[in-house]
C-alpha cells in the first residue's frame, strides 16, 4: 500500500507565490517519475511538470520560468514552487508517483489534489 499525501495549496493574489508538497508512504522500493497536474471542474487532468528520479525535468509551456519541480529522493517528497501566478493557474493540483513496492509491483499512484485559487 502506498499513499500520496499532498499539502500546500490555497488562496493567492495574482503575482504571488505558492508552494505545493507531495510526500509518499507506504511499501516503497523506489519511486520513478514523479510529476504534477491539473485539472478544472469538467475537464481532463493535464500534466504541469514532471521529474525523474535522477533529476531530468520537464514542463508544460504554460509554467516554464515560472514553476519549478524538485524532490527529496531521502524523504520520497516532490515539490511544486509557483511563482507570478496567474488567474489561468486556478486549478486542482494533483501529485503522481511511479512506485516500485517492496513486493516488485509497479504502482501509478495519485495524491488527494490541492486546491489552488489565484485571484486576479
Known amino acids: 500500500q502506498v499513499q500520496l499525501v499532498e499539502f500546500g495549496g490555497g488562496l493567492v493574489q495574482a503575482g504571488g507565490s505558492l508552494r505545493l508538497s507531495c510526500a509518499a508512504s507506504?511499501?516503497?522500493?523506489?519511486?520513478?517519475?514523479m510529476s504534477w497536474y491539473r485539472q478544472a471542474a469538467g475537464e481532463q487532468r493535464d500534466l504541469v511538470a514532471s521529474?525523474?528520479?535522477?533529476?531530468?525535468?520537464n514542463y508544460v509551456d504554460s509554467v516554464k520560468g515560472r514553476f519549478t519541480i524538485s524532490r527529496d529522493n531521502g524523504k520520497n517528497t516532490v515539490y511544486l514552487q509557483m511563482n507570478s501566478l496567474k488567474p489561468e493557474d486556478t486549478d486542482v493540483y494533483y501529485c503522481?508517483?511511479?512506485?516500485?513496492?517492496?513486493?516488485?509491483?509497479?504502482?501509478?499512484?495519485w495524491g488527494q489534489g490541492a486546491p489552488v485559487t489565484v485571484s486576479s
Open positions: 503522481y508517483a511511479g512506485v516500485l513496492t517492496t513486493r516488485y509491483q509497479f504502482l501509478e499512484v
Open positions: 521529474i525523474t528520479s535522477g533529476g531530468s525535468t
Open positions: 507506504g511499501s516503497i522500493l523506489s519511486i520513478n517519475t
